[in-house]
């Protein structure tokens, strides 16, 4: 059974730094690229980031780009997503997304 498994979000400062973790289980995750998404409420869901299979290849959204990181450990069989310089409009639920399949989320929640 394919799994997905988001953690990592919390209540995070202005300016402060977080990294999210997708662990993934029930296929081979060295075969696929994954993604980072987000949805903050009244918002469509946004792509933030991809990342090949190899972990060779890494594409990030403008609206984060030089702010957030994805990178992946196919040993450990997760993906991550380094967050930096957080702003009030970072506040979402973020996702992870491969294998045509979803994790349930985690929260990130910004607040002075």
């Known amino acids: 059974q394919v799994r997905l498994a988001e953690s990592g979000g919390r209540l995070v400062q202005p300016g402060g730094s977080l990294t999210l973790t997708c662990a993934a289980s029930?296929?081979?995750?060295?075969?696929?690229?994954m993604r980072w998404y987000r949805k903050a409420p009244g918002k469509e869901r946004e792509w933030l980031a991809t990342i090949t299979d190899d972990g060779e290849i890494t594409n990030v959204a403008p609206s984060v780009y030089g702010r957030f990181r994805i990178s992946r450990d196919n040993a450990r069989r997760a993906v991550y997503l380094q967050m930096n310089d957080i702003k009030p409009e970072d506040a979402a639920r973020y996702y992870c997304n491969g294998h045509d399949s979803w994790g349930p989320g985690t929260q990130v929640t910004v607040s002075s």
């Open positions: 029930g296929f081979t995750f060295s075969d696929y690229g």
